[in-house]
């Protein structure tokens, strides 16, 4: 999975590669011994756990960008909050962005945060997440910090805990949908993700941009990373693609998408552009003060495209589902 | 973790003319880290200093197409790797990951130990010769990177940090974050910088605040920290860094240009009295 560079040091192998324990760099590390034992490629228990645990939740959605900023966490709560419309589908939202996490507060939870105690409580089965509404639960880190101060200061392994921990241990129930939120770049928490899921069906990944090379360069990197493990991409979203000025409706390019924007890069890689958001300052305000943009100004030019795009969301789903039935009606 | 220790090692090799070291943090991703440590290097240089660029974001590196440099080979001296000089005066080096890919869009998938190790040899490896002030241009978060970057560049010096945030307060509640971060970490927060604060019509001049207004001021103020400015949202600059042109150059009559000047000039300021 590691890239090895040319120019670059070589570090730990990794612990389930087939060097593991054995490279030079090994010598001296205190784990080589139990790295050489073969203990470490052996896969991890929690990945069947979390299987297990997950098999009551029909369709799984990560919400991936290279870059930060773009409007990865204002579109995962938005996704949650449309598909939460219909009163029938049981919704969650994951936020795994263990050192920024906002979806606590986008979604009009972070007054609670004091309480965060009682709100994330063990329950029988587990940690019970927040509920929005009785059809949309919510789970981040936040709900676990006492002040909005706190730093969360850890390295990989430590983030990759919580996330397993997210996943295995949070009383998930049935649910239709779980929206995964990821933090910026193609690293721990994002190989984690992956990891964990493995024993479980995901539907795919959203990928997340706004219109420059700047910050296309990077969501290229991240489709790479989706290719490389193997995550189907349901399409690509551009997010602040255009501000109408509200007084004199002109248009301005405030990210020019001076290469082409998330149109060209789609008919580039050959992946479905699910649609352009315009910037709309109330979208920020919305996120601002917790509440759902698309409840509150349902007429919006964006609010239209976010509908567009969830519906689109929706039938890759049911698709990607129907598919999995016939693939294994088909192995039996 | 022990940084403290570690400032009595003595091995400041290929920093020991560097006069000041200052990080760019931002708990949040996307607020404009990369576009204001390129600007901040184009006014310090365009006052005369020689400056260095650290692009320490492993999993997204910026800045070489910000500067318009490209993909370079980078060559390797006595003293380490050479950084890459971005105008014939030799007054504004960088360094960053971009340079060591050899296919731009091929994903750096690292786990944390390697992207320690690497930042390791970046602080510590490159042969900045003499220079007036070193940026770090760093990723979101409170993670691997920036431990790694403040072990081994304690060994040498922080002079201290200068935080982005955008006005939000989805934005600033991350940023709040990192500034415990510095406190924890005992690095100086030399102030904080709103961006993208406001965006002006070019067609009516009405202002919009986009991703709304004043909450940099107000962070700063919350924090105890000082308030470097506001950079507004403008598309002119926005242009600039997707071509790698030089804002300064450009536009030097903007506001947008006045603004990084003037907040360029306080940080030098605050960096000298100290």
Known sequence: ???????????????????????????????????????????????????????????????????????????????????????????????????????????????????????????????????????????????????????????????????????????????????????PGTSDEHLSIVQYLGSTHVDGAVIITTPQEVSLQDVRKEIRFCQKVKLPIIGVVENMSGFVCPKCKNTSQIFPPSSGGAEKMCADLNLPLLGKVPLDPRIARSCDEGKSFLSEVPDSPAAKVYQKIVQSIQDYCSNSATQQQDITTRQE | MSVQNLEENNGDGNLSQVRHVVLILSGKGGVGKSTITTQLALALTHAGNKVGILDTDLCGPSIPRMLSVGRPDVHQCDSGWVPVYTDSRKNLALMSIGFLLADPDEAVVWRGPKKTALIGQFVSDVAWGELDVLLVDTPPGTSDEHLAILENLKKHRVDGAVLVTTPQAVSTGDVRREITFCKKTGVRVLGVIENMSGFVCPHCSECSNIFSKGGGEELAKLTGSVFLGCVPLDPQLSSSIEEGKDFAELFPDSTTFSAISSISHTILNSLQTT
């Open chain 1, 1 to 183: 999975m590691a890239e090895v560079l040319d120019n670059v040091p070589e570090h730990c192998p990794g612990t389930t590669s087939e060097q593991a324990g054995k490279s030079s760099t090994c010598q001296g590390c205190p784990n080589q011994t139990l790295c050489a034992s073969g203990a470490t490629k052996a896969p991890d228990p929690a990945i069947a756990e979390i299987g297990a645990k997950l098999s009551s939740v029909k369709h799984k959605i990560l919400v991936l960008s290279g870059k930060g900023g773009v409007g990865k966490s204002t579109f995962s709560a938005h996704l949650a909050h449309a598909l939460a419309g219909d009163s029938t589908k049981e919704i969650a939202l994951l936020d795994i962005d263990i050192c920024g996490p906002s979806i606590p507060r986008i979604m009009g939870l972070e007054g609670e945060q004091v309480n965060t105690l009682h709100i994330v409580h063990q329950s029988g089965s587990g940690w019970s997440p927040v509920y929005v509404e009785d059809n949309l639960a919510v789970m981040s880190i936040g709900f676990l910090l006492s002040s909005p101060d706190d730093a969360v200061i850890w390295r990989g392994p430590k983030k990759n805990g919580m996330i397993k921990q997210f996943l295995r241990d949070v009383d998930w129930g049935e649910l239709d949908y779980l929206i995964v939120d990821t933090p």
